[in-house]
């Protein structure tokens, strides 16, 4: 019966498994959750265990960026452009680094995947079928993690770092609200939605992010001990 | 009323097209490169001006916010065969929500050079699976008429080679910016190992193609063409014949879309 479940799980999924002797790990959850952090703590322990290990960071490329900005600035942005844009990006960073790295054989830590797209296309109500097909480009990872905090959470430490939420993030061009935090928690709040809906159907390990940050890594470090290579 | 609607059936089809004032429609040219696309759509819509429609044209790549966007990609390195096909969707939608559907809710006709039939072809011919570009752009206004502009690649590398004669000869210095061009094609050959990537032509320009480059543009037309060829059933294309003169191919598509616009045929 396990089995059965599992299949379904498996063909729910938009990403196809790869076939490369490297190892994916993806990262996902809300700005905040400390996924780069323990990313890198993975990072350390991994090389030392004598892996190559390719960290990737989904940030806007400088391609994007004008455009972008030329959206903001005049109010409206398409959530579709938006979202084709930002996959645009990712095509790049997937084809680039992401495929070459598992070919060559590196465990590639990837801080942000697929899901980051999904959940916040779906969050900006763009139609799940379309961006999800978009996205079946991507290999799915041999392990997906979901950094678990609150939409306050988030906000506390992303708070502490910047002294103020950036137009996206926050989502205010969807207009939900004027007050930024107001924007940024609403927006939030229908990501985790999304994620937690992912995290199910995609099978995604939820991890605890309020956690002490040792105590998150030695349980990271089982899950990923179970898939890598050659053991 | 009556009588004027009497008077109009009665001249000929060219005569009143305001038979039918607001009909919005979206009449779309497709064909390889060279094919005399825009040379035709300028003369549609200077034909329809002067019948006192309303006509937009929309021609590929030329999104404000995405075009700027494409036209730097091109000076850093080459992008994924992936990145263009997303990056020349954006173009696409983006005139989508700013010209198509705009033009068409106001009533007016939408000439459009060169169309998502475009980007299948291409991106196939780049090697991405049909069916994910497909899916990619259909958020798009279903043309109501695809005049498809046939040539054959022979045909495409004869008028590149003359247009390329022509420039030379009435610029008697090539003024092409040689500079970048030998840039282009050093990056080209860096990033060898995707056969993809070779046989991007250099589109509406006049740089020098010889050799190698002319044999990736012939083969890369090639591929259009195959591809141009397998849609004209699946999309039901109207076939013209683009290896005839302006004129005669003009007439053939004032024909058709004045059948179109009577709601004929």
């Known amino acids: 019966m396990p089995a059965e479940i599992h299949t379904q799980v498996d063909s729910s999924s938009p990403l196809i498994p790869h076939t490369y002797p490297g190892r994916l790990i993806a990262a996902e959850g809300l700005d905040g959750s400390g996924k780069s952090t323990q990313l890198q703590l993975l990072q350390f322990w991994l090389q030392a265990e004598g892996y190559e290990v390719l960290i990737t960071q989904w940030t806007s490329s400088k391609l994007i960026k004008r455009a972008l900005k030329a959206g903001k600035k005049q109010g409206n942005m398409d959530p579709m452009l938006l979202s084709i844009l930002q996959a645009a990006d990712f095509a790049e960073l997937h084809e680039r680094n992401i495929v070459p790295g598992l070919q060559r054989g590196a465990i590639v830590l990837a801080d942000r995947y697929v899901y980051t797209a999904l959940a916040r296309n779906f969050a900006r109500g763009v139609d799940r079928s379309w961006i999800e097909e978009i996205y079946r480009f991507a290999v799915r990872p041999d392990l997906g993690i979901y950094f678990q905090i609150s939409a306050d959470q988030s906000l506390d430490r992303i708070l502490s770092n910047h002294p103020r939420l950036k137009y996206y993030q926050a989502g205010i061009d969807l207009g939900l609200n004027r007050d930024p935090t107001a924007s940024f928690r609403e927006f939030q709040q229908r990501i985790i939605h999304e994620y937690e809906t992912m995290a199910n159907a995609f099978a995604l390990l939820r991890l605890d992010a309020t956690l002490p940050i040792k105590q998150q890594q030695r349980f990271l470090r089982a899950a990923v001990e179970k898939i890598l290579p050659g053991d | 009323m009556a009588s004027d609607l009497f008077q109009v059936s009665e001249n000929t089809a060219f005569a009143k097209p305001m038979l ?18 825009t040379t035709q759509v300028q003369l549609l819509h200077d034909w329809l001006a002067a019948q006192n429609y309303h ?12 075009s700027d966007l494409l036209a730097r990609a091109r000076t850093g390195p080459p992008l994924q065969p992936l990145t263009y096909s997303l990056l020349f969707c954006a173009d696409h939608m983006d005139r989508t929500q700013r010209v198509i559907k705009p033009a068409l809710e106001r009533g007016e006709i939408v000439l459009a050079d060169r169309y998502t039939y475009t980007a299948f072809a291409r991106d196939a011919a780049r090697g991405l699976d049909p069916t994910w570009v497909r899916n990619l752009y259909h958020f798009s206004v279903q043309p109501d008429v695809v005049f498809y502009l046939h040539i054959s690649p022979e045909e495409a590398v004869k008028r590149r080679l003359a247009l390329q004669q022509q420039r030379q000869n009435t610029a008697g210095v090539e003024t092409e910016n040689p500079g970048k061009t030998a840039q282009d094609a050093q990056e080209r050959k860096q990033h060898k190992p995707k056969p993809k990537e070779q046989a991007q032509p250099a589109l509406a320009t006049t740089v020098q193609l010889s ?7 012939r083969n890369f037309e090639k591929r259009m063409y195959s591809e141009y060829q397998q849609m004209q059933k699946e ?15 003009q007439a053939m598509l004032r024909r058709a879309i004045t059948q179109l616009l009577l709601n004929i045929g």
């Open chain 2, 20 to 37: 039918h004032p607001e009909q919005p429609k979206l009449i779309v040219l497709e064909g390889i490169d060279l094919s005399g696309r």
């Open chain 2, 235 to 249: 999309f039901g294309f109207s076939v013209i014949e683009g290896d005839r003169s302006i004129d005669h191919v």
């Open chain 2, 211 to 217: 050799g190698e480059a002319l044999e990736s543009f």
């Open chain 2, 55 to 66: 006509v937009t044209t929309t021609a590929w790549r030329t999104s404000p916010l995405i």
